[in-house]
Structures are given as C-alpha cells and as structure tokens.
C-alpha cells in the first residue's frame, strides 16, 4: 500500500491550499484517515481526521479554516486549508488505517511521504 500526497507549496498568509492524499495498492477498505503536521525540530501533530463513514475532528486551531472530507471510490482524502499562517508551515503528512480483508483483524497504518506547505508572512 502506498500513500501518495500532493497540492503542497508556497503561499501567502490568508491564502489558501487544497491538499491531497491518495492510497494505492491492496486495500479492501479505508478506515480512519488523518492529516498530520510536523514542523522543523517539533513533533508531528494531528491536524484533523475523517471516519469512513465522514465523521471528521480537527484540532482546536484550524477548526474553522480547514475541512476534511474524503472520495472513498478513490481512496482519497482531502484537506482544504483556508486563511493559512506562517506558524503552519511544515511538511503535511497523510495517514490511513488500511483493512485488507473482510475480517478486521487484517489492517495496519500507513503514512505518506508529506508535502511541504510554506506560508509566507
């Protein structure tokens, strides 16, 4: 299984970015998937996640200015980040919780390779 993100880059404070995580590979189902920070010598932290039936949590900060949602037909997760700051900047991780059979006891986790998201002050 391999999770391939993009739609990282450059932009100014108050700008916006779309960013994109899709999972290829054997999958028989996407459990919960998640989107995750981590900026230059600080730990990597959760920045907002959706169940597979679209139950989303963000964390406290971004709760009104990013939205996750996913397209399970394309076994893709999404992150519209609106009126991004400086202090996000940092390379933009996906994870997804990956069931490779009926039975639920056949999943593991998987992460991206990140995405780096610079905002400019």
């Known amino acids: 299984v391999q999770l391939v993100e993009s739609g990282g880059g450059l932009v100014q404070a108050g700008g916006s970015l779309k960013l994109s995580c899709t999972a290829s590979?054997?999958?028989?189902?996407?459990?919960?998937m998640g989107w995750y920070r981590q900026a230059p010598g600080k730990q990597r932290d959760v920045v907002a996640g959706?169940?597979?039936?679209?139950?989303?949590n963000y964390e406290y900060s971004v709760k009104d200015r990013f939205t996750i949602s996913r397209d399970n037909a394309k076994n893709t997760v999404y992150l519209q980040m609106n009126s991004l700051k400086p202090e996000e900047t940092a390379i933009y991780f996906c994870?997804?919780?990956?069931?490779?059979?009926?039975?639920?006891?056949?999943?593991?986790?998987?992460w991206g390779q990140g995405t780096q998201v610079t905002v400019s002050s």
């Open positions: 994870n997804a919780d990956v069931q490779f059979a009926p039975a639920n006891i056949f999943r593991r986790s998987f």
């Open positions: 590979g054997t999958i028989f189902k996407l459990n919960y």
């Open positions: 959706i169940t597979s039936d679209g139950n989303t």
